[in-house]
């Protein structure tokens, strides 16, 4: 009789669960697989770091891109597998479905990209400041001395100054500032050794670094391209009469002054 009653209940029962489940399924296969922007306008998806994917869901839910978000995180877990999200910063553009948008994710695709533009003629301090200033970068030397950022990156007891080349360094969301001059003291170091190799012999440089302090006073010094010439031959010249170099830019340079400022004889 129990089994019976159990067996009548369950028949009657069993077509409205169905019917529920597979409707939830369909609402969760459309949120999923359908486009997620109804603008024609890209937008920009935050992964910050150790976010994980009931985070995500809340934040598409706040920004109004999902009608039923516990259905949809309901599905996620049936087809995520506890795959991880990468951090950074990605763009949802106009037609991309939800699984797009965490397939790229999952897989550090499709990220903004930032860049920032190191000026030549700035000092370290300079372009310090500008890898400070980025919101974009992750802040690993802000609390160093130069000589620890220098021991960092390898080359320990090494002055800063110049060992970076001036270009525009493309990244994502999140790099270590630690990351960006490392590849800019890389190039440096390839364009400064080509450039060695191939110097005429005779000239009284011990280093390729001396050389580079040199270079970099010419382009101080030198109004336009025919000037270079001669303020290197003079450099050079009293470089071999062992005399002062008496270069405003030198004293500029230890006033932390703006090449170009006033110079008088307290300065000197």
């Not at 067996?7 to 997620?36: C, E, K, Q």
């Not at 000026?119 to 301090?125: L, Q």
């Not at 802040?139 to 220098?150: G, K, L, N, P």
Request: aromatic share 12%.
């Amino acid at each position: 009789m129990i089994k019976s009653k159990f067996t009548l209940v369950f028949t009657i029962l069993m077509p409205p669960v169905l019917a529920t489940l597979l409707y939830f399924y369909l609402i969760a296969r459309d949120s999923w697989y359908g486009p997620v922007l109804s603008s024609h306008q890209a937008e920009i998806v935050y992964i910050k770091r150790d976010t994980n994917f009931d985070q995500f869901i809340d934040q598409l839910k706040d920004r109004g891109w999902l009608e039923s978000p516990e259905v949809t995180r309901w599905y996620a877990r049936l087809v995520m597998k506890n795959r991880r999200l990468c951090f950074g910063e990605y763009w949802l553009k106009p037609g991309m479905t939800l699984d797009n948008l965490v397939d790229n994710i999952v897989n550090a695709r499709g990220m903004v990209n930032h860049h920032i533009t190191f000026i030549e003629g700035w000092t370290f301090r300079q372009l310090r400041r500008a890898l400070d200033d980025d919101p974009a970068i992750e802040h690993d030397t802000v609390a160093i001395s130069d000589r620890e950022i220098m021991s960092k990156l390898g080359h320990t007891g090494q002055q800063p100054e110049g060992r970076f080349f001036p270009d525009t360094y493309q990244f994502y969301y999140g790099v270590s500032d630690l990351v960006i001059l490392q590849q800019s003291y890389m190039k440096m170091q390839s364009l400064l050794k080509q450039k060695w190799l191939s110097r005429e012999k005779r000239l009284p440089y011990a280093t390729p670094y001396s050389a580079l302090i040199v270079a970099s006073l010419i382009e101080s010094e030198a109004v336009v391209d025919k000037d270079r010439e001669k303020i290197a031959s003079v450099i050079v010249n009293r470089m071999r009469r062992k005399m002062p170099l008496q270069i405003d830019p030198t004293v500029l340079y230890g006033l932390n002054k703006v090449y170009g400022s006033p110079i008088s004889r307290k300065d000197l």
